[in-house]
């Protein structure tokens, strides 16, 4: 048990961060997307601690976030096809998995022994600060304990997590709310998750359509795992109305205790996606949502529901 730190973005309080991180301590900062827990990628007891704070139960890759494609450079197989969607979508909710190069220095932790590494560049400025302060790669999974809620904002890091790290970063709530979009390119394109980038906006680049990797075919794990982003009531998808004693999460025209988007906006709904469950679920209520429509960002809102929804272990 230790106490942890509540940061602000201050440039003394990032320096305080940057050295927790590089002398092996979890710090827990936000992205664009959610709140990272972050471990220096290089030092293995480091990464290790991850899991235990998390209390996941197996080792899984895990993303590491640099501050710009030349940093990512030093660790992975480079192609025009990385460059292209690098420079299109860097900084940004985009994560490329590609091949670890020689004398790559990241732990096998990390990657879970993998030999491709999945390295993502955010979009959030003090995440930004504080990749460079640190001058390492840092691994972070979503801040939160393994199966529950993704964190939005620092309290739901510190509900879950606090006597477990060393600090948190707190600069307000996140701007994207669904994890980034995970792209494997190590072989020919293909969707491992998708996330904050819609699949479109990737196909618009590539110029040909994304082939989704295929329901439960292999490594990927926590984002991968049928229960996950649960609440601890039950959730019920595609509820035109709420049974008798459900909380409704709705979306557009159809209203409930708490509406994603009253304008039927995705990328609203998605930045209110985990911060609404974590609301709900605070009640203690099974929660029935209203249809998301799966195009764009949507398809990352019902992956998330899907799983919140999924019958648990
Ligand atoms: O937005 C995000 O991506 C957030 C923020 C903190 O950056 N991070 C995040 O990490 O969602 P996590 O650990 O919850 O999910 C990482 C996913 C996992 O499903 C993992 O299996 C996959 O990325 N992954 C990581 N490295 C991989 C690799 N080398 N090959 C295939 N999948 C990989
Ligand atoms: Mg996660």
Avoid: C, M
């Avoid at 030349?70 to 091949?99: K, N």
């Avoid at 196909?203 to 990927?220: C, K, S, T």
């Amino acid at each position: 048990q230790t106490e942890t730190l509540r940061l602000t973005p201050s440039p003394a309080d990032l320096e305080r961060a940057a050295g927790l991180l590089r002398a092996g301590e979890l710090v827990a900062f936000p992205t664009e997307t959610v709140y990272g827990l972050g471990a220096d990628a290089t030092n293995g007891t480091a990464v290790a601690a991850i899991y235990t704070a998390k209390g996941r139960p197996s080792f899984n890759p895990l993303i590491a976030h640099v501050p710009d494609a030349e940093a990512a450079r030093a660790h992975v197989e480079w192609s025009d096809l990385a460059e292209q969607l690098a420079a299109a979508f860097w900084p940004g909710p985009l994560t490329l998995v590609l091949p670890l190069k020689p004398g790559h220095g990241i732990s096998e932790l990390t990657t879970a022994g993998l030999p491709t590494l999945g390295v993502r560049v955010p979009d959030q400025p003090t995440a930004q600060r504080l990749l460079r302060a640190v001058g390492r790669p840092v691994a972070a999974p979503s801040a939160n304990p393994s199966g529950r809620i993704s964190p939005t904002t620092a309290d739901h890091v510190l509900a879950g997590l606090a006597g477990r790290i060393a600090a948190v970063l707190d600069d307000g709530p996140t701007e994207v709310g669904v994890e980034s979009t995970i792209l494997g390119l190590s072989d020919a394109p293909v969707l491992l998750r998708p996330g904050g980038v819609p699949a479109e906006a990737i196909e618009a680049v590539l110029g040909h359509p994304l082939p989704r990797r295929a329901g439960d075919a292999a490594i990927n794990a926590p984002g991968q795992l049928r229960s996950h982003y649960a609440p601890a009531a039950p959730v019920r998808l595609n509820a035109e109305a709420p049974g008798p004693g459900e909380l409704f999460l709705g979306f557009g025209t159809r209203d409930g205790d708490l509406n994603l988007s009253p304008g039927g906006d995705l990328a609203e709904a998605a930045a209110h996606l985990f911060g609404y469950l974590h609301r709900l679920d605070a009640r203690g209520a099974p929660i029935a949502v209203a249809p998301i429509p799966e195009t764009g960002l949507g398809a990352a809102i019902n992956d998330r529901l899907r799983r919140a929804a999924a019958p648990r272990d």
